[in-house]
């Protein structure tokens, strides 16, 4: 499985920090928004369907927790 790299993070942390220096709070939200970006895009798939598959997954655990 491919994984973001450090070097990636970093590249992230220094593009947001650019667009938005003075809220640490917004930097957070948009670095999360880079790193599933990624995420998708390494396994071949849109922002959408990446979200929607780790709903999936969360909802399929879930249900074999309690049944």
């Known amino acids: 499985m ?23 709070a917004l930097q957070q939200v948009h670095i999360a928004r880079k790193i599933i970006a990624r995420e998708a895009e390494l396994r071949g798939m849109s922002f959408p369907e990446y979200v929607i598959s780790l709903r999936r997954h969360q909802r399929q655990a879930r249900v074999r927790h309690v049944g």
């Open 2 to 24: 491919n994984k973001i790299t450090e070097k990636e993070l970093r590249k992230f942390r220094r593009a947001v920090a650019r667009e938005f220096p003075h809220d640490p």
